[in-house]
């Protein structure tokens, strides 16, 4: 028998856009076997099928849509394993894991597969179970994954805020096989050593490679200051491109233990600093001691985690922003990021506009930055364009 919710009458353009989040304002009314986590057809208020997906009437966001063909049935192995394949072939088709071994597999609403994270990290396979509606998939998923990477390991980070609002427990736990106290990667020919069982996110920020990489191209001789360093993977690039020194500025002391562990394995722990303390502190002190850069690295963690936060982000985004120009030397390079999906890219450039301004400092825009391939956003869901750069020369 089928489980189908209707939409109030007008609510339904952006599911006909395919936009595959519904909120709770937007239902009229569901069938009353209707359990929470269970796969449910959405229908218009005429009785026009539109889309199936999953409910949780617990959150704010009641149904996250899997697929908008009627004959598809979600909750099927074939279902699973089709979504999954789609993912992990267009990654593993595009990386050439002798240079790169470490790269996201799913990206949750943008490979069709809501509320669900996997990342590879070498033979090690993290995944994040974010939502009720996955939650109730997770076993089949898990033993697909097996069945089609044969990984060595498989860990779960599903230890995030999100899933209290979606009435879970965080969950942290080895599932298949043996796990690794340190993982060591490749990541465009470089080595990185990742904490997959406490470290941020699933241990790695797989999103920044292209944007690391990018660094290259500007550090032959320069004074960087990195901020926000985490393990200080901008770091290694920015001595590898030839950087003289590297100043890392981070809260954590386990990341900033791991960052010197990997300076030490890639021989560049004589160029490299860590520096204990908050970034907007350490920044200002700076500034009284009168430090300068060459150039200077912003990628602080998400300010904006909702509409209602976002002018207490902007406001971080500029103060760290003014911070940074008050001590980056004339011609100097700023590359600065938001992954605030909130926050839009003409929000950001206009707060780096605000910053300059306060700095009384001109700033050349000479490259935007974003997500790379195993990152796609939709079209359709701007929210999954979260991650936004740009690299600036501060005159």
């Keep these: ?10 609510r339904k353009k952006s599911v006909l856009m395919r936009h595959p989040w519904i909120f709770s304002g937007a239902i009229d009314r569901v069938d009353r076997s209707v359990n929470p986590g269970d796969i449910v057809d959405v ?74 994270i996997v990342d590879k990290y070498n033979d090690t396979i993290v995944i994040q179970v974010l939502t009720l509606g996955m939650e109730m998939l997770r076993d089949k998923i898990i ?29 942290k736990a080895l599932i298949y096989g043996d796990v690794e106290d340190r993982v060591e990667i490749l990541e465009n020919g470089f080595r990185f050593l990742v904490d997959v069982q406490d470290g941020q996110k699933t241990g790695f920020y797989l999103d920044q490679r292209d944007n690391r990489k990018e660094i290259l191209n500007f550090c032959k001789g320069k004074k960087v200051l990195n901020c926000f360093a985490y393990t200080g993977a901008f770091s290694v690039y920015a001595l590898k491109g030839g950087a003289e020194k590297v100043v890392n500025v981070e809260f954590s002391p386990s990341a900033i233990e791991l960052g010197k562990e990997i300076m030490k394995l890639n021989f560049l722990d004589e160029r490299s600093e860590f520096v204990g303390g ?43 922003n003014l911070q ?30 605000w910053a300059a301004m306060d700095a009384k400092r001109d700033v050349h825009v000479i490259k935007r930055l974003g997500q790379p391939i195993d990152h796609p956003h939709l079209t359709s ?3 999954s364009e979260y991650l936004k750069g740009l690299v600036c020369r501060v005159i």
């Design 143 to 171: 033993k697909i994954l097996i069945d089609m990477l044969s990984p060595k390991c498989i860990y779960e980070r599903s230890d995030t805020q999100i899933r209290k609002k979606e009435g879970l427990s965080p969950k």
């Design 278 to 320: 908050d970034a907007f502190e350490v920044l200002r002190k700076m500034k009284k001691r009168k430090e300068m850069f060459d150039l200077i690295i912003l990628d602080p963690p998400k300010f904006a985690h909702t509409q209602g936060s976002i002018e207490n982000a902007l406001r971080g985004y500029k103060d760290i």
């Design 43 to 116: 229908y218009d208020y005429t009785g026009r099928f539109l889309a199936k997906g999953y409910i949780n009437p617990k959150s704010q966001i009641t149904v996250r849509i899997l697929t908008w063909n009627q004959d598809d049935d979600p909750s099927s192995d074939e279902f699973l394993a089709n979504r999954l394949k789609n993912a992990i072939d267009m990654r593993m088709n595009y990386f050439d894991q002798s240079v790169t071994n470490a790269f996201r597999l799913v990206n949750s609403e943008a490979d069709f597969l809501p509320g669900l």
């Design 381 to 383: 869901f701007l929210e």
């Design 1 to 10: 028998m089928k489980k189908r919710v209707f939409l109030k009458k007008g």
């Design 324 to 353: 940074a120009m008050k001590i980056l030397n004339p011609g100097g390079i700023l590359f600065t990021f938001s992954c605030s999906g909130a926050v839009s890219i003409e929000m950001f450039s206009k707060t780096v506009t």
